[in-house]
């Protein structure tokens, strides 16, 4: 009898588990104009947002918009086909929109190299899950567009998103 109880709370308890915690991760190459490999970027859905983790290799010192776009597709070398900014906001700023990236004019005291940028960034309401409202993996994904300076400008680098399995 005593066998049977234990047997009955182990069923439950691994029954009543919830089987739906999946970690919703996605990743992306990013390309520049010349559609050459430039960096990555790997994307973890964590609470009410989402940490990006970004490395990027040859981008000039300096600041740069960069900002998630509503399509994932990276037609070099002007990457229009990425759509407009990903998630408008009600006070006209998007959920997609990082702020400002610096890479800093600073020599590796290693390899004597400039520094990649390489940083991680939360952003808040942006999911991977496919069914929560503010997901930018829908049906035709998204993509991360680096802008030529702060203000926005020319699209120097796309990042097309994908699952990651």
């Known amino acids: 009898m005593e066998s049977k109880k234990f047997l009955f ?4 308890a691994l029954f009543s588990c919830n089987s739906s915690n999946e970690v919703y991760q996605a990743e992306g190459v990013f390309v520049n104009q010349a559609n050459v490999n430039i960096g990555t970027v ?17 981008l000039k010192p300096g600041s740069y918009a960069m900002h998630i776009h509503e399509k994932g597709e990276c037609a070099y070398p002007d990457f229009l086909t990425s759509g407009g900014h990903h998630g408008m906001k009600k006070d006209g700023d998007f959920y997609g929109d990082f702020n400002p990236i610096y890479v800093k004019n600073e020599l590796s005291k290693y390899t004597g190299k ?10 808040r309401n942006i999911h991977l899950d496919p069914d929560s ?6 049906n035709n994904r998204s993509s991360i567009i680096i802008h030529e300076s702060v203000q926005g400008g020319k699209r120097i680098a796309c990042a097309d998103l994908y699952k990651k399995y």
């Open 114 to 123: 400039l520094k990649k940028f390489s940083q991680t960034i939360f952003l």
């Open 133 to 138: 409202e503010f997901t930018i993996m829908d």
């Open 9 to 12: 709370i182990i069923l439950l």
């Open 42 to 58: 790997e994307i973890v859905q964590q609470g009410d947002g989402s940490n990006f983790r970004i490395h990027i290799d040859t």
